[in-house]
Each structure stands twice: as structure tokens, then as C-alpha cells.
């Protein structure tokens, strides 16, 4: 498969989507089976996922140890991730393998305990870094928020 033609499908494919799985270390995702959706994932011949969205909303995650290792594990193109979804976990700290998926367009980290506002800054060298969410975040109350 040409990267074109990858391209074209993971733009199209479906999340896969581990949220509201009580998920509290990266390593699970690896046991875990992902929600079903309305349309059915595709996999690689390695039976890895063309996705391009990895959600894991609304679990108890309160670090992104082992994130890249795991991440290489699910995504057939990890280094394509365009979308993370963490938001309504426990993550402390924005960690920084986010830094590391240059791709990433899309990223909610709202509803965990991020506490400080320079945390954000890390994101600054995520060139196509365009939905960030951080509301309900402690950082909220810090002044300069907006």
C-alpha cells in the first residue's frame, strides 16, 4: 500500500477508541479490546490499525507512561497520529511524548489536574497543532489562561 493510498483510508477510518474502559496504565490498551463503532476498524496484514485517532477519554490515566511504546503496538503508522483524545482522566502534567507526534492536529486534555500553565508550552514545537482543549483543568483559575 502506497503512503497515498494510506493516507486516503486513515483519513477516513474510524477512532480507535479505548474510552470509558477504567483504563489506568497505558500498558492495558494492549489487553484491551476497543469500543465498537458504527463502522468497523481496518487493520494492516500485521493487524495493526490504519487509524489515524487514538481516543482514551474518560478513564483514569494519571501518567503517558510507555505511551509510544503501546502506541506502536495498536497504529500501523504511529508517527500519523493526528488526533489524541485523554480528556476526563487524571494526568497531572502534559507529557512530553505528546511532543513527539508531529502530525497531531487534534488534542483534548480537558476534565484532568493539570495544575500549571506553563506545562502548555510544551506543545509549542506541534507545527499542525490546531484543536487543543483544556477546560476543566485546574489551570483554569492561573491568570493568563486565556
Request: proline letters at 5%.
Amino acid at each position: 500500500m502506497s503512503k497515498q493510498d494510506y493516507m486516503n483510508i486513515a483519513v477516513q477510518e474510524p477512532p480507535l477508541d479505548y474510552s470509558f474502559r477504567s483504563i489506568h496504565v497505558i500498558q492495558d490498551l494492549t489487553s484491551e479490546e476497543p469500543r465498537r463503532g458504527l463502522r468497523p476498524l481496518r487493520h494492516s496484514k500485521s493487524g495493526k490499525s490504519l487509524t489515524q485517532s487514538l481516543w482514551l477519554n474518560n478513564n483514569v490515566l494519571n501518567d503517558l507512561k510507555d505511551f509510544s511504546h503501546v502506541v506502536s503496538q495498536l497504529l500501523e503508522h504511529p508517527e500519523k497520529l493526528a488526533w489524541i483524545d485523554l480528556s476526563f482522566n487524571d494526568l497531572t502534567s502534559i507529557d512530553p511524548v505528546l511532543t513527539t507526534f508531529f502530525n497531531l492536529s487534534v488534542l483534548y486534555l480537558h476534565g484532568n489536574s493539570i495544575q500549571r500553565l506553563g506545562e502548555v508550552n510544551k506543545l509549542a514545537v506541534l507545527p499542525r497543532l490546531r484543536s487543543l482543549t483544556l477546560h476543566g483543568n485546574p489551570i483554569e483559575e492561573e491568570k493568563g489562561y486565556r
